[in-house]
């Protein structure tokens, strides 16, 4: 079965530099999801989307934004990056059901982001 | 502010044995529950759910369980398998809402 999406899986960049992550939902899944994952934590939810809106907001710094594209797809942009920002990050879909409110969050492989 | 916790780092149970995994929330308003499996450079797998109005979950070998007036669920395992060595999370949905709240993870050795 086809599954979520992630592109690039690893990603070096300097301080103050730029990235973009890309996420490609399970095929009819409507809800995209972020979640950062530093060394040693657990995952901490960043933004989601719903139907191409914002459906909720974690603790995202006001550094990255992200949108949710007409073919679902999910790009995440980030900013003036700082070392803290090395982490892994996942992306998560849901859907299949009529409404917002789902419950089970398929997660894709993640992208390693490297700061130096 | 941890409101979901995983109070035990690791665990250790030989095959075929029952494997289980706890965890404890603070937050009254979490209405749903689910377990995910996570293997290094990985994305968590999602494995089973329970919903609020349930005590109980079954798929397979896998069972969760829910005590609300405690605040507590459990994973249990059987029999378990080398393959069931990874790190399991706990995670919470409150209210309707799409975040989930994880856990600290715990990291499960299956040895032979």
């Known amino acids: 079965a086809a599954g979520v999406i992630q592109s690039p899986r690893h990603l070096i960049k300097e301080k103050r530099e730029t990235a973009t992550l890309k996420c490609y939902p399970i095929p009819r899944h409507d809800t995209v999801y972020w979640y950062q994952q530093g060394p040693g934590q657990d995952p901490q939810f960043l933004i989601s989307?719903?139907?191409?809106?914002?459906?909720d907001k974690g603790s995202i710094p006001d550094r990255f934004s992200a949108q949710q594209f007409s073919d679902y797809h999910s790009e995440l942009n980030m900013s003036s990056l700082e070392l803290g920002d090395s982490a892994l990050y996942f992306c998560a879909s849901s859907g299949g059901l009529a409404g917002p409110i789902h419950y089970e969050q398929y997660f894709g492989p993640g992208t390693r982001l490297t700061v130096t | 502010d941890q409101q979901v916790k995983q109070n035990s780092p690791s665990l250790s149970v030989q095959e075929g044995r029952i494997s289980i995994l706890n965890c404890d929330y603070t937050?009254?308003?979490?209405?749903?529950f689910l377990w995910y499996k996570k293997y290094p450079a990985e994305g968590p797998t999602f494995l089973i759910s329970i919903s609020s109005i349930k005590d109980k979950n079954e798929d397979g070998r896998f069972t969760v369980f829910l005590n609300k007036s405690a605040k507590h669920l459990s994973l249990h395992i059987v029999p378990s398998q080398p393959g069931d060595s990874a790190v399991y999370f706990c995670?919470?949905?409150?209210?309707?809402?799409?975040?989930?709240?994880f856990g600290t993870g715990t990291q499960l050795k299956v040895e032979l």
């Open positions: 989307f719903y139907e191409k809106m914002q459906s």
């Open positions: 937050n009254s308003m979490f209405d749903y």
């Open positions: 995670a919470a949905l409150a209210g309707g809402g799409n975040k989930l709240t």
